[in-house]
């Protein structure tokens, strides 16, 4: 009876234990995929933080884009600025950067403003080649940089955001090197 016990426990056991290696993160919880028929695999890539030196204000990214057989047509950047002290209703253009790429936008669309206590977000879509936002993916140390009334504003990923770019890189970009 003993035995018996033992056993089923072992097998319970083994049973929640994972197969895969503690060290192999997968890149699965910062994306989502949609099937689209004849244009491929839809990309959902989840909002991505970036905080502001010497301040609460954080930027948050996600992007859209279609891919099927070969790197083409463009990809959505939809950001969000939480701000505790002004309400951005147009911005002159912004700059995503790493090392190696630039992407750069002035045709920005504001979508919404609103202010919930005492935080305003500012939401904001952009469209950029798709190609740009490949490139980007190749180093996780970027800065994305706001013109905004002749002022301008620098956000840093935080070390999470750096983690999912590093490994959405390895996952879903690795699939459109040529």
């Excluded at 035995?3 to 895969?20: P, Q, R």
């Excluded at 070969?70 to 950047?77: E, G, M, R, W, Y």
């Excluded at 920005?108 to 403003?113: G, S």
Aim: net charge positive; proline share 2%; charged share 25%.
């Amino acid at each position: 009876m003993r035995n018996i016990i033992y056993m089923t426990l072992l097998i319970i056991l083994s049973g929640c234990m994972s197969i895969k290696p503690g060290a192999t993160k997968s890149a699965k919880k910062y994306y989502e995929t949609f099937y689209v028929g004849e244009e491929g695999t839809q990309y959902f890539i989840k909002p991505l933080t970036f905080n502001k030196d010497d301040s609460n204000e954080k930027l948050l990214l996600d992007i859209t884009f279609r891919y099927k057989k070969v790197v083409k047509d463009s990809s959505k950047l939809n950001f969000s600025i939480k701000s505790s002290q002004q309400l951005m209703k147009s911005i002159d253009s912004l700059k995503i950067s790493n090392d190696h790429h630039d992407i750069l936008s002035n045709d920005i669309d504001l979508l919404f403003n609103e202010k919930n206590n005492d935080e305003f977000l500012s939401r904001f879509t952009t469209q950029v080649p798709l190609e740009n936002t490949h490139q980007l993916f190749d180093n996780n140390d970027w800065e994305f940089t706001i013109y905004f009334n002749k002022d301008k504003f620098n956000f840093k990923p935080t070390n999470k955001t750096q983690k999912a770019i590093k490994a959405l890189s390895n996952d879903v970009f690795s699939i459109m090197n040529k």
